[in-house]
Nanobody
Framework: QVQVVESGGGLVQAGGSLRLSCTAS????????MGWFRQAPGKEREGVSC????????YYADSVKGRFTVSRDNAKNTLYLQMNSLKPEDTAMYYC????????????????????WGQGTQVTVSS
């Protein structure tokens, strides 16, 4: 049974930083691309970042480019999202997802090929 579990969310002031973590079990972690998504109340889910199986390919939404960094430690079956220079508009529930492929598809922002999803971790940025 595949399990995806996020952690690291919380309340932070604007300009601050947080690091989210995501552990995945029940699958061969380093076979699959991983992604971070977020959803704010009343808004559609947004693709934040995607990372290929080896970590050498990374992709970001324009809204977080230059502020967020995705990484993975395949030895620990763990995905990370370092979030710096946080803004109130970054407030959302953040979800981790495991793809069914080793690469980030052209439709990754829309959740394309992502098969397993976590329950989310809340990030709140105060102004």
């Amino acid at each position: 049974q595949v399990q995806v579990v996020e952690s690291g969310g919380g309340l932070v002031q604007a300009g601050g930083s947080l690091r989210l973590s995501c552990t995945a079990s029940g699958l061969t972690f380093d076979d699959y691309a991983m992604g971070w998504f977020r959803q704010a109340p009343g808004k559609e889910r947004e693709g934040v970042s995607c990372i290929g199986w080896s970590g050498s390919s990374t992709y970001y939404a324009d809204s977080v480019k230059g502020r967020f960094t995705v990484s993975r430690d395949n030895a620990k079956n763990t995905l990370y999202l370092q979030m710096n220079s946080l803004k109130p508009e970054d407030t959302a529930m953040y979800y981790c997802a495991a793809s069914s492929k080793g690469y980030c598809s052209a439709s990754w922002k829309q959740g394309g090929l992502f098969k397993y999803w976590g329950q989310g971790t809340q990030v709140t940025v105060s102004s």
